[in-house]
């Protein structure tokens, strides 16, 4: 069991971990894309009830 963790600590350290300002910038990559695919779902749900809306009331 020692020897896993000591293996697990030596693949740690060989790890290049992002800076904080990467990492800043990827969540908001994240975020922004996110909001992005809601918006655009949201917008062609929305269309959609529409136009089914439009369909049943004729």
């Known amino acids: 069991m020692f020897k896993f963790f000591g293996e697990v600590k030596n693949e740690l ?17 994240v975020i922004v894309f996110s909001l992005l695919v809601a ?10 009830l529409k136009v089914f809306e439009a369909l049943l009331n004729k």
């Open 13 to 29: 350290a060989k790890v290049i971990w992002p800076s904080r300002n990467e990492t800043i910038r990827y969540a908001l990559t």
């Open 39 to 48: 918006f655009v779902l949201g917008a062609f749900d929305y269309g959609l």
